[in-house]
């Protein structure tokens, strides 16, 4: 990146990716550090208390993203109601980039959460992607690009980041779902009655997170009816209704994937520590997943991985949801 901005071949746009803690607002940081630092010229040398010569610092300062937000940077959030942001978000950061700055910088635009835009943002959006300002940088930053529009996607660069390899960072849902499966496995694995317990503290999970994300997309919706129901056509609302419906599923299923790759996760955890391998995703369950490795033959835990990946797999199909659910948690767990 920084050879391409070097060479004045730098891309308007980058989509940055990754799980939380994967270190996405730090990058975005060294993005922006990185094309507005300004080279020291050859006789910005000084002199220490010593009386000896003293080279100034080439390397641009690391500062935090809401040590850069100011004018050169707008950053967006979702700040609404229901957590989204809107088209005069948009909007207003487009205007920004047409205000006046110093030769050689550039603006930037960042948009955190950038799933969270609306369709009518999105829309908007996509304009100033296709007719992008001068010296404009735009980053989007999200831990699921696949809820934001194709055409978003293909005009972006994009930059997906690991997770860190110290552990994974892990949301109130997930861990809760690894509290009730340390409480379970404690048990030993192969008991029918704590596979199926385990199996409906997922269900319970997964439904209270499909609750959640219902009523933040049901708020967006009357939001959006009582701004523009006197402005638009007869359908529209019908159109507003089918996209939120869509919306709430696509992030139910994403929400979905991410609980069962706590699952394999873990399941991958004790095989490695089966074969002495140092690196876990989940250190705070290292006791209890080291106590099911010594219980194990290797063999029947990679079997029990074997459902887990079936699970995720069958997941992908029409098959119903709660059965593929019962016979993979019977398989892996009981």
Not at 11 to 18: D, E, P, Q, R, T
Not at 282 to 302: C, H, I, K, T
């Amino acid at each position: 990146m920084a050879s391409a901005h070097e060479r004045g071949r730098l891309a308007h746009a980058f989509l940055i990716s990754g799980e939380a803690g994967s270190g996405k607002s730090e990058l975005v940081a060294r993005v922006i550090s990185l094309i507005n630092h300004q080279k020291a010229s050859a006789d910005d040398s000084g002199f220490n208390l010593f009386g000896e010569v003293e080279e100034v610092s080439h390397e641009p300062e690391v500062k935090t993203l809401d040590e850069l937000e100011g004018d050169l940077v707008r950053v967006i959030r979702p700040q609404s109601k229901s957590r989204r942001i809107t088209v005069d978000d948009v909007r207003l950061l487009e205007k920004s980039f047409y205000v006046a700055s110093a030769e050689g910088t550039w603006k930037v635009g960042v948009i955190l959460h950038a799933d969270r835009m609306g369709v009518g943002a999105e829309n908007a959006f996509l304009k100033t992607l296709e007719e992008p300002p001068a010296d404009c940088l735009l980053i989007l930053v999200t831990d699921a690009p696949e809820l934001l529009l194709p055409t978003i996607l293909s005009r972006c660069v994009r930059l997906p980041l690991m997770a860190s390899t110290e552990g994974k960072t892990t949301n109130q849902s997930q861990e809760d779902l690894l509290a009730a499966l340390s409480k379970v496995v404690r048990q030993g694995l192969g008991d029918t009655a704590a596979s199926l317990n385990l199996r409906a503290a997922f269900s319970q999970i997964l439904a209270s997170r499909r609750a959640e994300i219902t009523k933040l997309n049901d708020t967006a919706l009357k939001e959006e009816v009582k701004k523009y129901k006197n402005t638009t056509e007869g359908d529209w609302l019908a159109k507003r209704e089918k996209f939120y419906l869509a919306h709430t599923e696509s992030e139910y299923l994403n929400e979905r994937e991410k609980l069962l790759e706590v699952l394999i996760s873990w399941m991958g955890d004790v095989i490695r520590l089966k074969c002495d391998v140092g690196r876990i995703d989940f250190p705070s369950q290292r006791s209890v997943m080291m106590q099911v490795a010594e219980d194990n033959e290797l063999g029947s835990l990679l079997r029990r991985m074997d459902a887990l990946e079936g699970l995720r797999a069958n997941m992908e199909t029409n098959v119903s949801e709660q059965l593929a659910l019962e016979v993979a948690f019977l398989t892996a767990f009981g």
